[in-house]
Structures are given as structure tokens and as C-alpha cells.
């Protein structure tokens, strides 16, 4: 029996509906896309436009701001497929992303999946990111994922296919391996940070393992260029609420990042993790 490669893209989405508009056809152009769920998190922005763009969009609106994690998990318990893609609605993805994800996945099928990401520069429009792929970095595990603060690093070129710790909120993974979980909805809906880190941790607690695919990418809009919606805050409350969900992530997950060597202990993670995020906050407010 052919196993079915049928997807489905979750994008939850708050008060951006033409910045959505705008790369909703990278997804739509994508081989085995059966199924968009569109999230509507705007507290006043009606989405029911979009689907008119393809009989595969289905909006779902929200009572209004309960942030990505419950808007994505909103997309879980709705969806029909057992293959999940989690989209954005300021990125873009490359040709082939969810063919190669799901060609990777039928043979490891507990793995999560993404390709690396890209940070689009100001006004740069998709098609020419492939342009400048040339001049990347090749992979380096250790200049890929920053240990201290616990960050992964964008614009990556790679030979093959690497195991890595974490990856971006732009990933595919196979539900019927991982059915019980879901988002962690306790963090701070101010930044959104740390939601896919900890369903990627989740997911190698149950056995998986996070993988980037060489040849495909996602692209990431320049913040410059979505000035609405999202998560936007000051710098100051971004360091505060990096620290608090960083805590939180770190004592939910203590067990497997310590097994699977990703850090040390709790206590050693939190006091490095504060260390390097203030020294990294107070040289950036000096150079303003």
C-alpha cells in the first residue's frame, strides 16, 4: 500500500493579511500540498479574502490574539494529513521544500524537517535570494547553533542532509509518530519565542531527531519591510521575555538537553543563557 504524501501548511497569521497575500504562492506552488489552514489571530482584519485564492485554503479566526502556539494548535486539530508543514506569513519557501521533506520523511519518519533559513535583506524580492545562495557559508555545526545562547544561526549552504539541536518555526514532521504532542501555550505571546524549540524538543524526546535538507531554504522577510502584526515589541521587553521563556524552555526540557548533549545542567544553562543574553544586550545598547 503507497503510504500518502499528502501535507498540510498551518500559517498562523495576526493583522497581515497582505504581507500573507504576498507569499501564499510559494506554498500553493508546492507538490503534495493538499491542505492550507490559515489562523486568523487579528483582533480586526477579516482573512476570508484568501479563500478565493485556491480551493485548498481553509480560514479559521480566532477569538483574537491568543498567540501562535494556540493558533498553531488550533491548525493541529483541524488538520486531515499526518504530514504537517508549519508556515509563516513573512516567509517564503523555495521550490521542491515540501517534496524533498517528504521524500526525507518517508524514510525516517519519527525526524522533524526544514532546510535552512534565509534573512532576506530590505526590499529584496524572493526570486532573487537564490541569486546570493553561492556566497553562504557551508555548514558548521558549531557556528550553527550558539551553545551560550542558545540560538541557531540563518544563511546556511549545505553538501547533505545534518542532524542539528534545533531549527527555525518552518518545519514538517510526521504526526502519526508524534500524535499527543502539541504547542506549549506558556510563553509569552509578546515575542513568540521558544514555540517551535520546544515542539522540536519534544519531538526528540520521542525518538526523532531535527535534520536540515541541503538544496531547499525558506526566506524570511526583512523586518524592515513587515512594519505590522506579529510580535513587536521594544528591546527591552524582548530581553526580559527571552530570558523568562528561555527558563521556562529550559526546565521543561532539562532531561533531553542534557541527554542529547545539547548543554549542561538547568542551573548551569540558566546562569550561562542570562550571562551571554546580557553581555549581548548591554554591547548592543552601548553601540546605539
Do not use: C, W
Not at 505571546?189 to 520521542?206: C, Y
Not at 523568562?244 to 550561562?272: A, E, G, P, Q
Amino acid at each position: 500500500m503507497t503510504q500518502s504524501r499528502s501535507v498540510t501548511v498551518i500559517i498562523p497569521s495576526a493583522n497581515r493579511l497582505n504581507i500573507l497575500k504576498g507569499v501564499i504562492p510559494s506554498y500553493l506552488s508546492q507538490d503534495y500540498i493538499d491542505e492550507l489552514i490559515i489562523v486568523n489571530d487579528s483582533i480586526n482584519e477579516d482573512y476570508s479574502e484568501l479563500g478565493t485564492l485556491s480551493p485548498l485554503i481553509k480560514i479559521v479566526s480566532t477569538a483574537g490574539r491568543i498567540g501562535a502556539p494556540a493558533s498553531r494548535n488550533i491548525g493541529l486539530n483541524l488538520a486531515r494529513n499526518h504530514y504537517i508543514l508549519f508556515g509563516e506569513d513573512d516567509a517564503f519557501l523555495s521550490q521542491s521544500y515540501i517534496k524533498d521533506s517528504i521524500q526525507y520523511l518517508l524514510v525516517n519518519p519519527k525526524d522533524a524537517v526544514s532546510g535552512p533559513l534565509v534573512d532576506m535583506r530590505p526590499t529584496e524580492r524572493f526570486d532573487d535570494v537564490a541569486d546570493r545562495l553561492v556566497g553562504f557559508n557551508s555548514y558548521d555545526k558549531s557556528s550553527y547553533f550558539n551553545k551560550k545562547l542558545l540560538f541557531i544561526s540563518h544563511d546556511f549552504r549545505l553538501r547533505s542532509p545534518e542532524i542539528v539541536p534545533l531549527t527555525h518555526a518552518l518545519f514538517m514532521f510526521n504526526r502519526d509518530e508524534h500524535a499527543s504532542l502539541m504547542f506549549y501555550e506558556g510563553y509569552s505571546k509578546a515575542i513568540g519565542f521558544r514555540e517551535e524549540s520546544d515542539l522540536q524538543m519534544s519531538i526528540q524526546a520521542n525518538g526523532g531527531r531535527i535534520v536540515l535538507l541541503p538544496n531547499i531554504y525558506a526566506a524570511h522577510m526583512s523586518r524592515k519591510d513587515v512594519r505590522v502584526g506579529g510580535q513587536r515589541v521594544n528591546r527591552y521587553v524582548f530581553y526580559f521575555y527571552s530570558i523568562r521563556d528561555t527558563l521556562i524552555f529550559l526546565y521543561r526540557h532539562r532531561k533531553v538537553i542534557k541527554s542529547k548533549k545539547i548543554s549542561d545542567s538547568y542551573v548551569k544553562n540558566s546562569v550561562i543563557y542570562i550571562y551571554a543574553l546580557s553581555r549581548l544586550a548591554l554591547k548592543k545598547l552601548l553601540n546605539d
